[in-house]
């Protein structure tokens, strides 16, 4: 508990700064790898690693991801929540990481058996091993998302801090990014080689530190895919945005949901599909700059 109010001060507190961030820096992340360029010159760059991790619930074996191998113990939680075989309401009693292992093993006080459960799996449109267990439709339509506001002020405002915050994907790409944010400012930016774990270790962030979701907004650098509006919507977050485009099915569990969805998010220029509701249009456009090709997210800084 002294965590979660903790934390609730650091969000609450006017700060220019992440609580999380990417660390370019990691040497565990990323790996120098020898090659040649189109015109037969060596070169040296930077490329992402990967790595295996098996999810535990309890004593029963769920899922093995690739996943760049920062922050498993949130990767776990996050997964297992958007999965719903961890509900909001649990006692989690411990979280166990083994590096050598590659094991994160989630320890609750309620019993769990989730067998017949694991056969029942949906491959998604996400990256690596997207899946969704269980009846996709059953969090849309319990949907009760919170009525929010989105200034176009903020959006902006973020935007631009996201897209010039130092990033796996600026030094190495192959890899995608998510944001959780209030207002204007970026909370937690979490990257992994697939979307879906970047969302899963923000999912643990917030259930472990107890952060409420009803004013957040939920910034990918991904796809606007039915699995990211679901784990959105799971996750009572109602605002989605995303630079990148849409996919129909996304669109319409959207709509469905009542959730706020913003796609092509650059410089000036946006749109929303669903939603629109939410957004009060409060910038002049006058003075908003159009995405720099300097930080713009197209390749990894060594192929500019």
């Known amino acids: 508990m002294a965590d979660k109010a903790r934390m609730a001060t650091l ?6 700064d992440y609580l999380l961030r990417p660390d370019p820096a990691d040497p565990r992340l990323t790996e120098r790898v020898g090659g040649v360029d189109q015109s037969g010159e060596r070169i040296e760059t930077s490329v992402t690693v990967e790595r295996a991790l098996t999810i535990y619930l309890n004593g029963q074996e769920i899922v093995t991801a690739m996943t760049i ?5 949130y990767l776990a939680l996050g997964y297992l929540l958007n999965q719903n075989m961890l509900r909001p309401d649990d006692e989690v009693t411990g979280v166990d990481y083994d590096e050598d292992l590659a094991v994160a093993v989630v320890r609750t006080e309620r019993a769990t058996d989730y067998e017949a ?6 491959q998604t449109s996400g990256c690596a091993q997207g899946t969704v267990f269980g009846d996709l439709m059953e969090v849309i339509d319990n949907a009760a998302l919170p009525a929010a506001e989105l200034r176009t002020s903020w959006l902006y405002a973020l935007t631009h801090k996201i897209n010039t915050t130092p990033s796996l ?17 970026p909370l937690v930016y979490m990257e992994d080689v697939g979307r879906h ?11 472990r530190h107890g952060v409420r979701p009803d004013d957040k907004i ?9 699995e990211m509006v679901i784990k959105t919507v799971r996750m009572g977050i109602p605002i989605l945005v995303s630079r990148s485009g849409f996919t129909a099915w996304g669109v319409d569990l959207a709509r469905k949901a009542g959730l706020t969805l913003i796609g092509r998010a650059r410089g000036k220029r946006f749109i929303a599909l669903s939603g629109e509701e939410r957004i009060v249009f409060d910038q ?10 300097k930080h713009r997210r197209k390749a990894a800084a060594h192929d500019d």
């Open 197 to 207: 774990n970047a969302v899963d270790k923000i999912a643990g962030f917030m259930f």
């Open 11 to 16: 969000i609450a507190k006017p700060k220019d």
């Open 284 to 293: 002049d456009l006058r003075y908003v700059e159009e995405e720099s090709s």
């Open 117 to 122: 459960k694991l056969k029942k799996k949906v």
């Open 218 to 226: 939920f910034y990918t650098t991904g796809r606007l895919t039915s």
């Open 169 to 185: 994907y600026l030094e190495a790409g192959a890899i995608h990014g998510c944001v959780l944010a209030v207002e204007d400012r």
């Open 69 to 73: 191998g920062d922050y498993p113990e």
